[in-house]
């Protein structure tokens, strides 16, 4: 891979988006090594959760940049056609982290603009280092948010925030963000890795099949109606009553004792 780094430790993988050149903005050879790595990932049973983040900029300062947005100087001579088919190359790696098995975590470490900001909202949690600043600048460049930013910004923060947002372009800090609802918690830069890592480390040790199924339910539901949804979700908890770890989990309660947790 020219543009990702992975690195897996205790079931946890970190993926760094890392073009340095760019503030790691996202061309169509990144999405596509994004991708494939997210597919290699899913089929892996040693990873349990993924944390998403930024690599250094040009002067090895790692606080800079999350990701810059979709990159600029690939976009600025696209056809329509191709706009469409760019788009398109980043929205199955979205919904694989929005989707896949493994529990996703955008650790943001400097600009999540444009593009930067839409793939944390991909991801299922975002902790932001307090230096970290999010925007969507589109309109600012004679485009909409494209990568799924006028949909998911709405939904993370409401209508009426996420208009704010995109009609206005205005950076917002990550206090606000967190005011806001777009990300999960805000921690100081030095800490950023170590909070994700913990987090990680918590998830992973749950029942990381019923972590699996649990986030299956939330997305799933989340746009279907209530009836719906609460029936789908009594058919997936039926799902992990049929599994080892929820006899061992509820036995090991009884027994007074840790739980060996094994089902993915
Ligand atoms: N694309 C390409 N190159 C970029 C990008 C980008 N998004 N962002 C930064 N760079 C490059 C710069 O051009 C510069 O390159 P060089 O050193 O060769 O001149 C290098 O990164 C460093 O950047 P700066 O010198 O500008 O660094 P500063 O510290 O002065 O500024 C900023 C940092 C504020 C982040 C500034 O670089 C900036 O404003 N970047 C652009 C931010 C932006 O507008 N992002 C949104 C892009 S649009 C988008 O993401 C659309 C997504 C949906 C697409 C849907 C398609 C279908």
């Given at each position: ?73 690939e976009m600025v ?28 975590i955008a650790a ?147 027994e007074k004792r ?7």
């Amino acid at each position: 891979m020219n543009n990702l780094k992975l690195e897996v430790e205790n079931e946890v993988a970190v993926l760094t988006i890392s073009r340095p050149a760019a503030l790691n903005a996202l061309n169509s050879e990144t999405l596509t090594e994004l991708n494939t790595v997210l597919s290699e990932i899913e089929a892996r049973d040693d990873v349990k959760v993924v944390i998403l983040t930024g690599g250094p900029d040009k002067k090895d300062n790692p606080y800079k940049s999350f990701v810059a947005g979709a990159d600029i100087s690939e976009m600025v001579n696209f056809t329509a056609a191709e706009a469409r088919a760019f788009g398109m190359r980043a929205a199955e790696p979205f919904f694989k982290l929005m989707n896949m098995r493994q529990v996703t975590i955008a650790a943001v470490n400097g600009f999540a603009l444009g593009g930067g900001c839409e793939i944390a909202m991909a991801c299922d949690i975002r902790i932001a280092a307090d230096n970290a600043s999010f925007a969507q600048p589109e309109c600012g460049l004679g485009i909409i948010p494209g990568f799924g930013g006028t949909q998911r910004l709405a939904r993370l923060v409401g209508m009426g925030r996420a208009k704010e947002m995109i009609f206005t372009c205005d950076n917002v800090n990550a206090e606000e963000a967190y005011r806001i609802g777009l990300v999960n918690k805000v921690v100081p830069k030095e800490e950023l890795m170590d909070t994700a890592k913990k987090m990680a480390a918590k998830i992973a040790s749950k029942a990381s099949y019923a972590v699996s199924i649990a986030k299956a339910a939330i997305n799933n539901g989340y746009d279907m109606d209530i009836k719906n949804a609460v029936e789908m979700e009594a058919n997936l908890f039926g799902v992990t009553c049929s599994t080892h770890d929820k006899k061992e989990g509820m036995t090991a309660f009884l027994e007074k004792r840790a739980a060996d947790l094994t089902d993915f």
